[in-house]
């Protein structure tokens, strides 16, 4: 089954841009989405394929998918983007959906 | 507005059987499709199945199918998770999700139900 490897944590000091990678065998071919989810709360669509933003969602938020690895990066990181982030995309070969391990954005 | 409203908590036995529900309302409901995804305590969001509600097809992930169902009944918008024999690995906080409009599979999950926390617990 296709697996989508991302570090656990990543941590960023406030005002600088935090990028937290998702790693998958040709990545770059799929189309990739990004949820943040808060400690008690319901995930939140923030990128979808690739590098579009929901309505509501900051511009500082954006995602770039290329070769094997996709990337969603935040800038000027605030104290509010603490949360856990997670990539996901739909697999063809298995018809199947896949999240990733998810990574905890920690802000200094 | 459109929302995906899960029911309340369960506290379950080992053996019990137990069916959670998400309803949808503030869209049209039949030509979405709806999954489930299961997070264990302190872990990650793990996809489990997803059903159209016009036809009632659906898909599971090899890790729970054969565990649990997934139906609909799209006469009063909601689609369930039905376990026949919980387990104390069934306790997790589920979710439902509706994925967006589109005529292919790759697209997001936009819309996300409050979680239904399952508690299996001898």
């Known amino acids: 089954s296709y697996v989508l490897t991302q570090p656990p944590s990543v941590s960023v000091a406030p005002g600088q841009t935090a990028r937290i990678p998702c790693g998958g065998h040709n990545i770059g071919s799929k189309t990739v989405h990004w949820y943040l989810q808060k400690p008690g709360q319901a995930p939140v669509l923030v990128v979808y394929d690739d590098d579009d933003r929901p309505s509501g969602i900051p511009e500082r938020f954006s995602g770039s998918n290329s070769g094997n690895t996709a990337t969603l990066s935040i800038s000027r990181v605030e104290a509010g983007d603490e949360a856990d982030y997670y990539c996901q995309l739909w697999d063809a070969g298995s018809g199947h959906y896949v999240f990733g391990t998810g990574t905890k954005v920690t802000v200094l | 507005e459109v929302q995906l409203v899960q029911s309340g908590a369960e506290v379950k036995k080992p053996g019990e059987s137990l069916r959670i529900s998400c309803k949808g309302s503030?869209?049209?409901?039949?030509?979405?499709?709806i999954g489930w995804v299961r997070q264990m305590p302190g872990k990650g969001l793990e996809w489990m199945g997803i059903?159209?509600?016009?036809?009632?097809?659906?898909t599971y992930s090899p890790t729970v199918e054969g565990q649990v169902t997934i139906s609909a009944d799209k006469t009063i918008n909601t689609v369930y998770l039905h376990w026949t024999s919980l387990r104390a690995s069934d306790t997790a906080m589920y979710f439902c999700v509706r994925r967006a409009y589109g005529g292919n599979s790759q697209v997001a999950f936009n819309v996300w139900g409050q979680g239904t926390m399952v508690t299996v617990s001898s």
């Open positions: 503030g869209f049209t409901f039949t030509i979405y499709w």
């Open positions: 059903i159209n509600p016009a036809d009632s097809d659906t």
